[in-house]
């Protein structure tokens, strides 16, 4: 490979594939050239990359060649249908579907949290959940350090989880509700304003959703902690773009707040907001656009001293998604 | 006392307030006269109240004589003033502030749950912290017949917990963000509109806050069960008026689905909301307006038979606050 390589980002005109054009901008990555492919509904549009416009091609029939780093992030479907094409012509692919993320032979990473697992690559990494990222980034530190046995996690996941146009349907409820016209949906299968749910996917067999069930799968596979126990319950709330997760975990030995807010405040990727005299905590606005992952309320649970809460916040977008593919990409390169 | 009742409501045009009067109304309770008491700032306005027109007095040099039963929901400080001047005049008090909710003598109250310490009032019964009352509707069932032994409980909580006036600022952020203007606040520290945000509740010794402590506290004595240990996260969500918990519990022996969701559906005052395969579950939006709690996404934790995770919603006006209270005067009438 030259110094600057030759990219592709399939679903470029999706939530997660402008974040991942406007972070190669914002991390200067040296692109040679772009190849930006999408639906045969947005081809003919372009997009902006630093002072360039970018023709959108449609993703059918593409073949990747002369491609070194394909970003997939236009669902599973079209991930297994796509990345065998790219990988045969050379491309390393990086793919934020849930298409691979399981697969033995393909690594699930978190750059700050398991990048070694980058060495075995065999031209396909997986991009994780991006609650799953969001966590594991919170919580790798305490893990390295002292192990975690069990972590209850409950999540207030943003629309933008469920691509840009459940961000339009959030924003366009309130601007139904503000004009006292009847609130509707599509996207969703129930109102996001003024409202919570449990997330809408599929409820599996064990009584979890699938969005749930890949948080525990991911989260033990990215922490190599195959026995971990991990208890989610998963639900949107309306918030635009990031996700925020409450988090009650049981360690290996007692361990004190300063120790975990010292080994928090050495950890990359880790904002420590925790200032209770002032109630500042992580919130979701405030971690929207940024790419380290906000985390605080580190407290102990009375009585018992090996277990520990925080609340954490990241931007679905970037950690949770277009910044952690970038991030991959970087250590690559 | 007669078979109507003379009461007042201290409060009378809080959030709380407007909607005792409104239960009152709902449930036919036989009200012979009715004394509305708020500040000085509301006296002379009228309230509705069936087909008359009730005018508001002020609160100040109240004395209270001739009440049966005095509802007050204006805060601690004008509990701790006013309640023992009604005490005196021989009102029986229902109490929605923390002013006395832990003191011994006071029976803590969820009808539901422990009615039969009604019998030991004393002339004042509390009523509980919202998010305590809506979950003890929902463990208690558990709680009876297995025991409960540990509860992770993270809370979505509305805007209406902290008022008329925050619920207001909630529906005025997302009018100014839909006519594009830039978005105020006056009652909470941080925006609420597409944010969520640690409950603004000053953060005690023990990390938790002090709507944390109260759920910790209330929940023990609701429940009769000093030793139970309980982790809340208390967080508040852009939602009008009805709160959410996820709660994960640990209970004294091995509980099926099939044992729980019996329990429940036997239980007084829950309405069990669980249809997987719709995906649809407790939300607050539906919560909003019922006297019952719903509770759904019930489910084992994976490899441990003593341990149930649920998912609940209640509206926090009326079992958090008006309806309970309501309740409590019909039991005690």
Not at 108 to 127: F, S, T, W
Not at 159 to 173: K, N, P, T, V
Not at 322 to 329: G, P
Request: charged letters at 25%.
């Amino acid at each position: 490979m030259s110094k600057s390589y030759h990219i592709a980002i399939v679903g470029a005109t999706g939530a997660v594939g402008v974040e991942i054009l406007r972070v190669l901008e914002r991390r200067d990555f040296p692109v040679a050239s772009l190849r930006l492919l999408a639906s045969a509904r947005s081809a003919g549009k372009k997009l902006r990359f630093k002072d360039q416009e970018v023709e959108i091609r449609k993703l059918e029939g593409e073949d990747f060649r002369g491609i070194d780093f394909a970003f997939f992030s236009a669902g599973a479907t079209r991930s297994r249908e796509y990345v065998p094409v790219a990988m045969k012509a050379g491309a390393v692919v990086i793919d934020n579907s849930s298409a691979f993320r399981m697969q033995e032979d393909v690594p699930l990473v978190v750059p700050e949290v398991n990048g070694e697992d980058l060495k075995k690559h065999q031209g396909l990494i997986a991009n994780p959940n991006c609650c799953a990222a969001i966590l594991a980034v919170a919580v790798a530190p305490l893990h390295r350090a002292v192990g975690i046995r069990k972590m209850i996690v409950s999540t207030y996941q943003s629309a933008s989880g469920a691509g840009a146009q459940a961000m339009r349907e959030l924003e366009s409820q309130v601007k139904q509700f503000a004009s006292g016209e009847k609130i509707t949906r599509e996207v969703f299968p129930h109102q996001i304003a003024f409202n919570v749910f449990s997330h809408n996917t599929p409820v599996a067999e064990n009584g979890f959703n699938d969005e749930e069930n890949k948080l525990i799968m991911e989260t033990r596979k990215i922490l190599h902690a195959p026995e971990m126990v991990v208890v989610p319950t998963c639900i949107r709330v309306p918030v635009l773009r990031a996700h925020s997760e409450a988090v009650v975990m049981e360690l290996a030995r007692p361990t004190g707040i300063a120790e975990a807010r010292r080994l928090l405040s050495e950890a990359a990727g880790v904002e420590i907001v925790d200032e209770p005299a002032k109630n500042l905590f992580p919130m979701p606005l405030d971690a929207t656009g940024k790419l380290d992952v906000l985390v605080g309320r580190i407290r102990k649970v009375p009585g018992d001293d090996s277990s520990l809460a925080l609340f954490v916040s990241g931007d679905q977008l970037l950690k949770g998604a277009a910044w952690n593919a970038v991030q991959i990409a970087e250590l690559l390169k």
